[in-house]
C-alpha cells in the first residue's frame, strides 16, 4: 500500500459498525483508495486474584484455583479472537459486496490509538464509529476512545454518530475564522471525498468584520477549487447551532477543525470540538 493512501475501517462490533464499514467504503470509492477493515483486541482485564485459604482449604488447592482462573483467562482470549476474525470476514464480504475490491482485513491487539498511529504512515483516512457514555443522568460523554485518536492522529477521523450510514448529498463546515477552520478549508479544497457536493460555510454567533472577511475568503477558495458553496450566519453559540442547522437539513456532513484551542484552554472551558461530535446526528469529518 502507498504512503498515506488507505481508508482504515475501524470496526468494534457495536451498534455503529455497519455504518463505520458503509462509511469507508464510500469514502475509499470517492477517494480511489484502498480499503482496510481493523479491529483491535484490548488485553483483557485479570481476573479478580483469590486470596491465600490454603491453610483453611488444604495445601496445594490454591495452585489449582490459580491454575483454573489462567485457564479461564486463555478462554476468554480464544473467544475474543474467534468473534473477532468472524466480525472482520463479515464485514470484508460486506465491503466486497459494496464494490471495495479486496479490502485488507487487520487484527491487532493493543489500545486503539496507539494501534492507529502504527497505522498511520500509510493511512488517508480513519473512520470511527461514536458511542456515547453516560456519566449522569442525562448527561452524555464521547466516547474517550474517539477523542483519544483525533487528538493524537494527524491524518483525518471520519466519525459515525448513527448505526446506519447514508451517503450525504451535501456538507457543512463549521467555519470560526481561526487558523483551524482555514486550515480545514484548504483541506476540503484539495481532496476528493467532497469533489462534486453542495457546500455550505457555516459560521455561529455574531460576528466580527474581520471573521466576516475571512468567511468570503474561504467561499472563494472553495469556489476557485471547483465547489459551489454558500455561506450562513447562525445565531447562537455552535454547540447549539449547528447540530439544529444540520438537523433541519437532514443527509449532511458536517467538516470541523480539530481542537484548537490551546490543550489548557480545553481542560478549563472544554472543546467546541468534543462538543459537536457528542451532539451531532450525521458523520463528522475532523481535519487536523
Given at each position: 500500500?502507498n504512503?498515506?493512501?488507505?481508508?482504515?475501517?475501524?470496526i468494534?462490533g457495536?451498534?455503529?459498525?455497519?455504518?463505520?464499514v458503509?462509511g469507508?467504503?464510500?469514502a475509499?470509492?470517492?477517494?480511489?483508495?484502498?480499503?482496510?477493515?481493523?479491529?483491535t483486541?484490548?488485553?483483557p482485564?485479570?481476573?479478580p486474584?483469590?486470596?491465600?485459604?490454603?491453610?483453611?482449604i488444604?495445601?496445594?488447592?490454591q495452585d489449582v484455583l490459580l491454575?483454573?482462573?489462567?485457564?479461564l483467562?486463555e478462554e476468554?482470549?480464544?473467544?475474543a479472537?474467534?468473534?473477532?476474525?468472524?466480525?472482520?470476514?463479515?464485514?470484508?464480504?460486506h465491503?466486497?459486496?459494496?464494490?471495495?475490491?479486496?479490502?485488507?482485513?487487520?487484527l491487532?491487539?493493543g489500545?486503539?490509538?496507539?494501534?492507529?498511529?502504527?497505522q498511520?504512515?500509510?493511512?488517508r483516512?480513519?473512520?470511527?464509529?461514536?458511542?456515547h457514555?453516560?456519566t449522569a443522568?442525562?448527561?452524555l460523554?464521547?466516547?474517550?476512545?474517539?477523542?483519544?485518536?483525533?487528538r493524537?492522529?494527524?491524518?483525518?477521523?471520519?466519525?459515525m454518530?448513527?448505526?446506519d450510514f447514508?451517503a450525504?448529498?451535501?456538507f457543512?463546515?463549521a467555519?470560526d475564522g481561526?487558523?483551524?477552520?482555514?486550515?480545514a478549508?484548504?483541506?476540503v479544497?484539495?481532496?476528493p471525498?467532497?469533489q462534486?457536493?453542495a457546500?455550505?460555510?457555516?459560521?455561529?454567533?455574531?460576528?466580527?468584520?474581520?471573521?466576516l472577511q475571512?468567511l468570503?475568503d474561504?467561499?472563494?477558495h472553495l469556489e476557485q477549487?471547483?465547489f459551489?458553496?454558500v455561506?450562513?450566519i447562525?445565531?447562537g453559540?455552535?454547540?447549539?447551532a449547528?447540530?439544529?442547522?444540520?438537523?433541519?437539513?437532514g443527509?449532511?456532513l458536517?467538516v470541523l477543525?480539530?481542537?484548537g484551542?490551546?490543550r489548557?484552554?480545553?481542560l478549563?472551558?472544554?472543546s467546541?470540538t468534543?462538543a459537536?461530535?457528542r451532539?451531532c446526528?450525521?458523520?463528522?469529518?475532523v481535519?487536523?
Open positions: 500500500m504512503t498515506h493512501d488507505t481508508v482504515y475501517a475501524c468494534d457495536l451498534a455503529t459498525t455497519h455504518a463505520v458503509d469507508a467504503c464510500w475509499a470509492q470517492r477517494l480511489r483508495a484502498p480499503m482496510a477493515l481493523l479491529h483486541l484490548q488485553r482485564e485479570p481476573m486474584p483469590v486470596g491465600d485459604y490454603s491453610g483453611v488444604g495445601m496445594g488447592a491454575q483454573r482462573l489462567n485457564t483467562d476468554r482470549s480464544q473467544v479472537q474467534q468473534a473477532a476474525r468472524r466480525m472482520l470476514a463479515e464485514a470484508q464480504a465491503a466486497e459486496a459494496a464494490g471495495v475490491p479486496s479490502p485488507q482485513v487487520l491487532r491487539h489500545e486503539l490509538t496507539d494501534v492507529l498511529l502504527e498511520e504512515p500509510s493511512a483516512l480513519f473512520v470511527l464509529g461514536r458511542q457514555r453516560a443522568a442525562r448527561k460523554r464521547l466516547d474517550y476512545r474517539v477523542e483519544g485518536v483525533i493524537s492522529v494527524r491524518q483525518p477521523v471520519l466519525v454518530t448513527a448505526p447514508t450525504p448529498r451535501g457543512v463546515i467555519f481561526s487558523d483551524t477552520a482555514r486550515r478549508v484548504h483541506a479544497a484539495r481532496s471525498l467532497l462534486g457536493m457546500g455550505l460555510l457555516a459560521l455561529a454567533g455574531e460576528p466580527t468584520l474581520e471573521m475571512a468570503q474561504a467561499q472563494d477549487a471547483g459551489e458553496v455561506t450562513q447562525v445565531p453559540v455552535p454547540e447549539q449547528l447540530p439544529a442547522l444540520l438537523q433541519a437539513r443527509n449532511m458536517l477543525g480539530a481542537y484551542h490551546s489548557i484552554r480545553q478549563i472551558v472544554g467546541t468534543t459537536l461530535l451532539l446526528t450525521v458523520p463528522v469529518l481535519l487536523r
